[in-house]
């Protein structure tokens, strides 16, 4: 199977500015989360959607939103643009039992976020 | 609020050591652990997983982690480590297993002199 995929690789943006950046999942898995990675914060998770629905949101503020396709694809928007949102934004897929619950998260390779 | 403490923010080892990071978590209840690796310019990828059983666990290229409940930890070892194990090893939780939610520890670099 095909990994995660994610778009573009590589972003160059200015303050103020908005993005959207987009997440291909595994094949037949539901969940996707979404990442953030800076060094000095580490990974801190921003949010995880699971069949079109928002499930856990991580303590980011409303200018990060998302959403999740029919087919799973996932896709993460900041508005107004800060200079600390520089960072590499990772999305994870992973399968589910039959009551949703998480297995494992496999992740893909990232976009790395530059905001000037 | 729930956190994972790595305790090794920089090891440095000559091949052939032996290799111990530790992770301890701070949560009462059930939790499904992993240890992941990123290789220099590479994604995150999985090395091992814990959920249930057998605390000691395996996982790829050698790697063994032991789950300790009553110490809250999830230590990460290798008998001998290799030149291409130099990398950064990370720790996550998962509570419950009910959200996509990994609370990630701040990492551990390892560098391998050969």
């Known amino acids: 199977k095909a990994g995660v995929t994610q778009t573009p690789r590589y972003l160059i943006k200015t303050r103020g500015q908005q993005v959207t950046l987009s997440c291909s999942p595994i094949?037949?898995?539901?969940?996707v989360s979404w990442y953030q990675q800076t060094p000095g914060q580490g990974l801190q998770f921003l949010f995880e959607?699971?069949?079109?629905?928002?499930?856990n949101k991580g303590n980011f503020p409303g200018r990060f939103s998302g959403r999740q396709f029919s087919n799973s694809r996932s896709e993460m928007n900041v508005s107004t643009l800060e200079l600390g949102d520089s960072a590499l934004y990772l999305c994870a897929s992973s399968p589910t039992s039959g009551q949703g619950r998480l297995k494992t998260q496999y992740f893909g390779p990232g976009t790395r976020l530059l905001v000037l | 609020a729930q956190s994972v403490s790595q305790h090794n923010h920089h090891v440095i080892l000559s091949e052939a050591a032996s290799l111990e990071l530790g992770c301890n978590y701070s949560?009462?209840?059930?939790?499904?652990l992993f240890w992941y690796v990123q290789y220099p310019g590479q994604h995150l990828q999985l090395l091992l997983k814990y959920f249930s059983g057998d605390p000691l666990v395996k996982g790829i290229k050698g790697f063994e982690a032991e789950f300790i409940k009553s110490k809250f930890s999830f230590n990460l070892r290798k008998p001998s480590v290799q030149w291409s194990d130099t990398a950064e090893y990370f720790c996550a939780v998962n509570i419950n297993g009910n959200t996509g939610k990994l609370i990630f520890g701040q990492g551990t670099t390892l560098q391998v002199k050969p």
């Open positions: 094949s037949g898995h539901r969940s």
């Open positions: 959607y699971f069949s079109e629905t928002q499930r």
């Open positions: 949560y009462g209840g059930t939790v499904n």
